[in-house]
């Protein structure tokens, strides 16, 4: 749910944030800012809530967050969006777990007032497996995520049970943003309402710089237009990734969106969509060790 939509949009929010450290295992982060422009596409608004971490161990713990979101291209007095979220983390030999659902509540517009209650859950679920296999470093991992929503949404009536995460660059809905949040997707006049992701994907260490990732993304809408397919499609993301150094790495990637019957149903075309990218990722931090004092 936390995000900024960095690697499209840059940082969209402007704020502070208060940490506190009441007990050695617990964090308690409270923050509270607004939507920045040109970055946050048009969105303005508040955003403000806090969150709490418990580190039980290396790779276990347990996150509990609460926010209040006013932000919308249209701003309307009373129109906010809640959203209460469990994140938890373990670690079991060489498997590691997520497991993160979350309730939204709150008052949504509907073109008078802000009078619909939000009533929207989703989340996700991840497993993540390191192992070598004659010596290389492998990683499996599979994944679901789910967002709920409503006949009356695809039909264009209300959306106040979509679940949406409208300002983060979440994995979850993969590389090409195609699909942009879990709340569902639009094409030509049509809108298909809340989704399920289905994601299988593998990584392996070539060499000790050179490494390839392959992932697959299955999206299923849960609620369409009469007689509309609910199949969105599939993306595959390729990703080659070469550490020059610590501070420098070149990454190239190709990914091919495999339009579902939904595309063609909406729009009378079924071409898929292609994208491709060069990107260079570098550190220019630099830490100089401060020297104890002598006594």
């Known amino acids: 749910m936390l995000g900024s939509d960095s690697f499209y949009k840059g940082l969209v929010y402007d704020a502070v944030r208060l940490r506190i450290t009441p007990l050695t295992p617990l964090t308690v982060d409270i923050f509270g800012g607004w939507y920045a422009s040109p970055w946050s596409d048009g969105t303005e608004g508040g955003l403000a809530g806090g969150y709490a971490t418990w580190n039980i161990s290396d790779g276990t713990g347990l996150e509990f967050y609460g926010f209040r979101d006013s932000g919308s291209t249209e701003r309307h007095d009373g129109a906010h969006r809640n959203s ?10 060489s498997a ?50 789910y967002g709920s929503g409503s006949r009356d949404a ?6 106040r049970k979509e679940f949406l995460n409208q300002a983060t660059d979440s994995s979850l809905t993969g590389d090409m943003n195609v699909v942009g949040d879990l709340s569902g997707l639009d094409v030509g006049d049509y809108h298909a309402s ?9 990584g392996v260490d070539l060499t000790g710089e050179l490494s390839l990732t392959a992932t697959g993304r299955y999206f299923l809408a849960n609620y369409v237009p009469d007689g509309f397919s609910r199949r969105i ?27 579902g ?24 931090s630099h830490t100089k060790p401060k020297q104890a004092r002598g006594r």
């Open 154 to 159: 695809a039909l264009g009536v209300s959306g």
């Open 96 to 145: 590691s777990i997520e497991i993160e659902p979350v309730w939204q509540t709150g008052r949504l517009f509907n073109g008078d007032d802000a009078n619909e209650s939000i009533r929207a859950w989703g989340g996700h679920a991840d497993i993540m497996i390191d192992t070598d296999l004659g010596g290389i470093g492998n990683h499996f991992f599979a994944g679901v995520a």
């Open 233 to 259: 499609g599939l993306e595959t993301d390729f990703t080659l990734t070469y550490a020059v150094s610590d501070a420098l790495s070149i990454i190239a990637g190709y990914d091919r969106f495999f339009t």
């Open 261 to 284: 019957r939904f595309f063609s149903d909406a729009s009378g075309s079924n071409g898929d969509i292609h994208y491709g990218y060069l990107m260079f990722q570098f550190d220019l």
């Open 194 to 202: 809340g989704l399920q992701v289905y994601t299988l994907g593998w």
């Open 84 to 93: 209460f979220g469990l994140r938890a983390t373990a670690k079991l030999g």
